[in-house]
């Protein structure tokens, strides 16, 4: 479904021509209302919305960090110095968990909340929805910023079977007697939920399910993840992925399944840069780097050059599905990333390494560093869990290790257990585990 198929085939290479007047607004209005930018551009040396220049010159432009808003934040400034409008013209506050105690706010104005809506739209109906399908979602309405995506089932024409996080009972129930077409959640609940209806002898291949839509984590593009989902529901899975502070569901992939294609035209511009040195990384085929983000039509607490710390590959040949604009798999997240004597690894490309081993392993991973910090020493600690019925062997545990180093070039000790043995989530799964780490390394 292109749901605004103007805009979802404009020939990329015009697209700047439309966006670099909404930049140019865009930096005008943080000049006038917001006390964060404002300050943060002035100290760098742009006195002016026209020093700025446009979208050719962001790369001039000082990056955002995540830390930098959470420093602006206190009781009096609840939401931070980069709020933008008033809040009597907010009509949708979400949070995101706070790590200093005081939780992260995202205000939305009547028009952000909607550019959310058609982002989500554009990037769900790439998918293959129909209208008047059943769609069952497993997101919170709030307070988190999942919630947003869901105002665009209606939009789209489907009847939206709500049933949130922690209801599993429920969510088997709604999918034995109302017979949905579509299913919304993680990757890693996805796999959950095959693992329960395996143990109860519940035949999920002969569900009603024809399309399974996974979001919230990396996973949905691992073809051994997607293989192993696919043959558990005999249903097509596509992934979407945004980042709260910017937009939901900003990419999302099309039944072609090549990537997730950009869906924010008009509402976000993006770059890669190289995570390490900050400089841009120019957008061409196969090039790979750090996602940052800018808004283009914002009002609520619009950002600038925000470092997402997602870290993608990006294609831009043209997809069979009409679509014009570039698709992008996420590899990890650059704050996940670990380096193991010098190279860097994600724990989701571990994974991945590992569901090459199916019907071996069961699909579910631990990688546990063992000490604090980015940087580790040799063997790096994976646990797998095998497959019900599989025996665990020095053979098997072996080849998963050769395999890592081969494809990864790091070294591990691979530890096979039992199925079940590691911990399950409704929502999203914790790959990453430091509690056996000790104190960082030095340099």
């Not at 957008?283 to 050059?305: C, D, F, K, Q, W």
């Not at 679509?323 to 571990?350: E, H, K, Q, W, Y």
């Not at 180093?405 to 929502?427: D, I, K, M, N, Q």
Request: charge should be negative; aromatic fraction near 6%; glycine fraction near 8%.
């Amino acid at each position: 479904m292109l749901y605004e198929p103007e805009i979802e085939t404009l020939p990329w290479s015009e697209q700047r021509r439309h966006d670099d007047p909404l930049y140019r607004e865009q930096i005008r209005y943080l000049f006038a209302q917001s006390r964060f930018f404002c300050e943060k551009l002035k100290a760098s040396g742009f006195e002016t919305p026209e020093s700025v220049g446009g979208l050719d010159e962001i790369g001039n432009l000082p990056l955002t960090e995540k830390d930098e808003l959470r420093r602006s934040r206190s009781e009096a400034d609840p939401i931070g110095s980069h709020l933008a409008a008033p809040l009597d013209d907010v009509v949708r506050i979400f949070s995101t968990s706070g790590t200093t105690g005081i939780p992260s706010y995202i205000p939305l104005t009547a028009g952000d909340l909607d550019n959310w809506i058609r982002t989500s739209c554009r990037s769900y109906g790439a998918s293959g929805l129909v209208p008047r399908q059943r769609i069952v979602t497993t997101y919170n309405a709030g307070p988190f910023v999942a919630g947003a995506a869901l105002d665009a089932f209606p939009r789209l024409g489907l009847c939206h079977i709500p049933v949130g996080t922690g209801n599993t009972e429920r969510l088997l129930a709604a999918i034995k007697l109302l017979k949905p077409q579509v299913m919304a959640c993680t990757p890693s609940y996805a796999l959950h939920l095959a693992e329960i209806g395996q143990a109860r002898g519940l035949n999920l291949q002969d569900s009603s399910f024809e399309r399974i839509m996974v979001a919230g984590e990396p996973g949905g593009g691992e073809p051994a993840m997607r293989e192993k989902l696919e043959d558990a529901w005999n249903a097509q899975v596509t992934e979407a992925m945004g980042i709260g502070d910017i937009s939901v569901s900003l990419w999302g992939e099309c039944e072609e399944q090549q990537g997730m294609h950009f869906s924010g035209r008009g509402f976000v511009h993006f770059e890669l840069i190289d995570p390490d040195t900050g400089e841009q990384v120019p957008i061409s085929n196969g090039a790979r780097g750090e996602l940052v983000l800018t808004h283009l039509r914002h009002r609520g607490a619009p950002l600038l050059r925000f470092r997402t710390r997602d870290h993608v590959v990006i294609w831009t040949e043209p997809c069979r599905c009409g679509r014009t604009a570039p698709r992008v798999r996420c590899i990890g997240r650059t704050d996940d990333m670990l380096i193991v004597r010098g190279v860097n690894v994600f724990p989701s490309a571990i994974r991945e390494v590992v569901n090459r081993f199916a019907p071996a392993v069961g699909g579910v991973v631990s990688v546990r560093p063992s000490a604090k910090g980015v940087k580790q020493s040799p063997p790096l600690k994976v646990v797998v869990e095998l497959a019900e019925d599989a025996a665990p062997s020095d053979d098997l545990r072996n080849r998963i290790e050769n395999d890592i180093r081969a494809t990864l070039v790091v070294t591990t000790a691979v530890h096979l257990v039992p199925p079940g043995t590691l911990p399950r989530s409704e929502y999203k799964s914790k790959l990453l585990d430091f509690s056996e780490a000790k104190e960082a390394l030095g340099d």
